[in-house]
């Protein structure tokens, strides 16, 4: 299958905020933030995978990770390096996010993320209501790597 990587644009809100929601993820402000997600699409409509970025200073929120559930390995790490690359440009030293679940966990932490403290997060990043709608979730894992 080919995939195709791309930055959101707002005529990608509406199936954006869809797939996010269908599998179970915070679509909050997507609307505002859509040109700060990168999408993977089967070179069509449909989406396969999606990341955003939120960038506080040095600091970046990686948000709403959701791959689909045929999606190999090698193409999830595409997709962290596109948004590595564009948190590159905008100067980001450390991408945090919260992690739900025990095999995201375990995904993330064999491509260089570690466990951290929810106060280890940078102050206006643990105000976000996404952060905080995030660490809501039972089984929950704030996460940091650096860049």
């Given at each position: 299958m080919f995939y195709q990587l791309k930055i959101a644009e707002?005529?990608?809100?509406?199936?954006?905020?869809?797939f996010v929601k269908e599998a179970g993820s915070n679509a909050d402000g997507i609307p505002e933030r859509i040109d700060q997600f990168v999408l993977m699409t089967d070179g069509g409509e449909k989406i396969s995978a999606c990341i955003g970025l939120e960038v506080y200073e040095e600091n970046g929120l990686l948000r709403s990770l959701v791959?689909?559930?045929?999606?190999?390995?090698a193409y999830i790490l595409s997709l962290f390096r596109s948004v590595h690359e564009a948190g590159r440009k905008k100067n980001v030293k450390n991408y945090y996010l919260v992690a739900g679940g025990q095999a995201s966990i375990d995904f993330l932490e064999a491509v260089g993320f570690k466990r951290v403290p929810e106060d280890r997060l940078p102050k206006g990043m643990l105000e976000s209501e996404h952060v905080q709608t995030s660490l809501r979730r039972k089984g929950s894992a704030v996460m940091v790597k650096n860049a």
């Open positions: 707002p005529s990608d809100s509406g199936r954006l905020i869809e791959v689909s559930k045929d999606l190999d390995q």
